[in-house]
C-alpha cells in the first residue's frame, strides 16, 4: 500500500533559525496535506497542494509539491517558540466512497527560546 | 460554533472491558474517520465512514468497531481483543467530495488508558 515518509523524526532549533522537513510518497499524489499538531492538542489543518510544481507561502511558512506528485516539504523562516508542535504530511488513497488519508510518522520541531 | 467532539477527554479502563468512545460532529460532514496516535507513530487510521449505514476498515481495525447509525455519530468501541488498547485517539470529519480529496478536521481526542 501507499507510504508516506517524513524526515527529520525531530529537530530542535534556535529561536530565529530556519527549519525543514520533508514527506516523500511511493506512489504519486493527487494532493498532498499538511497538517500541524500543538503539544497535547490535536492536528490543524494547514494547507492542501495539488498542482505539479506549486509553492504555496502562509506568513514564514513555505510549502512545496515537487514536479512529480510525489515530494513535498514545509519551511518555516525564522522560528518562533509559537511554531513548536508535530508538523504531519498526508496524501490521500483511494477515492469517492474509498477516500481516505495516509498520514506520515510527523516532524516534532522545538524552539529554544 | 461548528465541530467535531469527543468524550471524555480521558478514560481508564481495566483490562478486558470494552469501551465506547464517542464523536459528534456538527459540521453537516458525510465522512467521517478514527485515528490512533502513538509516540512516535504518528497517525494510523482504524476505521473510516463516507456515509450512514456504511464504513470500512482502516490500516489498524483488528479488536475496534464501529457504527455509523446517524450522520452526527460515528462512536468507536475498543474490545477486549485490541491487544494494545492505550493510546490517543482522535476523531475527524470531512466534506465528501467528488475528488474524495477534501481536509480532516479533527476533535480534541480521546486519551485511553487501559490497566
Known amino acids: 500500500g501507499q507510504q508516506v515518509m517524513q524526515i527529520p523524526q525531530y529537530q530542535h532549533v534556535q529561536e530565529g533559525e530556519d527549519f525543514t522537513t520533508y514527506c516523500n510518497s511511493s506512489t504519486t499524489l493527487s494532493n498532498i496535506q499538511w497538517y500541524k499538531q500543538r503539544p497535547g492538542g490535536h492536528p490543524v489543518f494547514l494547507i492542501q497542494?495539488?498542482?505539479?510544481?506549486e509553492v504555496k507561502k502562509q506568513k514564514r511558512l513555505t510549502f512545496q509539491f515537487g514536479e512529480a506528485k510525489k515530494n513535498s516539504s514545509l519551511h518555516i523562516t525564522a522560528t518562533q517558540t509559537t511554531d513548536v508542535g508535530t508538523y504531519f504530511c498526508?496524501?490521500?488513497?483511494?477515492?469517492?466512497?474509498?477516500?481516505?488519508?495516509?498520514f506520515g510518522k510527523g516532524t516534532l520541531l522545538t524552539v529554544n527560546p | 460554533d461548528g465541530g467535531i467532539t469527543q468524550s471524555p477527554k480521558y478514560l481508564f479502563r481495566k483490562e478486558g472491558q470494552n469501551v465506547t468512545l464517542s464523536c459528534e460532529q456538527n459540521l453537516n460532514h458525510d465522512a467521517m474517520y478514527w485515528y490512533r496516535q502513538d509516540p512516535g507513530q504518528g497517525l494510523r487510521l482504524i476505521y473510516y465512514?463516507?456515509?450512514?449505514?456504511?464504513?470500512q476498515k482502516g490500516d489498524i481495525a483488528e479488536g475496534y468497531s464501529v457504527s455509523r447509525e446517524k450522520k452526527e455519530s460515528f462512536p468507536l468501541t475498543v474490545t477486549s481483543a485490541q491487544k494494545n488498547p492505550t493510546a490517543f485517539y482522535l476523531c475527524?470529519?470531512?466534506?465528501?467530495?467528488?475528488?474524495?480529496?477534501?481536509?480532516?478536521?479533527f476533535g480534541n481526542g480521546t486519551r485511553l488508558t487501559v490497566t
Open positions: 475527524a470529519s470531512s466534506i465528501k467530495r467528488g475528488t474524495g480529496e477534501s481536509p480532516l478536521h
Open positions: 465512514s463516507q456515509i450512514v449505514n456504511d464504513f
Open positions: 498526508a496524501g490521500p488513497q483511494g477515492g469517492g466512497s474509498n477516500y481516505k488519508l495516509t
Open positions: 497542494l495539488v498542482k505539479s510544481g
